[in-house]
């Protein structure tokens, strides 16, 4: 499994960006995906998920904000960040695991996840 993510950069107060990541070697009905971030200086944290059967999770910071999708026909996984805020500035990850981790309790746990991208950085001034 490899996963690519893409559609980081910089941008001000109250944009937004979307960040796509494109899955090889991985079904979208094997697992569930996720969105992680880690901030300089601070531990990463789970920003949204998404189920097999699409079913989505988000963050309390992130709720109303994000929006987390996928295109199962090109296997890639999608978060659309709008309003953004200075404390979203993080690297941003992409991560995939096994099915019946992405419930309400266990979706933000990171060591749940198995397989993780390499990350784009997102920087919002």
């Known amino acids: 499994v490899q996963l690519v993510e893409s559609g980081g950069g910089s941008v001000q107060a109250g944009g937004s960006l979307r960040l796509s990541c494109t899955a090889s070697?991985?079904?979208?009905?094997?697992?569930?995906m996720g969105w992680f971030r880690r901030a300089p200086g601070k531990e990463r944290e789970g920003v949204a998920s998404?189920?097999?059967?699409?079913?989505?999770n988000y963050a309390e910071n992130t709720k109303g904000r994000f929006t987390i999708s996928q295109d199962n026909a090109k296997n890639t996984l999608y978060l659309q960040m709008d309003n953004l805020k200075p404390e979203d500035t993080a690297m941003y990850y992409c991560?995939?695991?096994?099915?019946?981790?992405?419930?309400?309790?266990?979706?933000?746990?990171?060591?749940?996840?198995?397989?993780w991208g390499q990350g784009t950085q997102v920087t919002v001034s």
């Open positions: 991560a995939i695991a096994p099915w019946g981790y992405c419930s309400s309790r266990k979706w933000a746990i990171d060591t749940n996840y198995n397989h």
């Open positions: 070697g991985y079904r979208h009905t094997d697992g569930c």
């Open positions: 998404i189920d097999h059967d699409g079913s989505p």
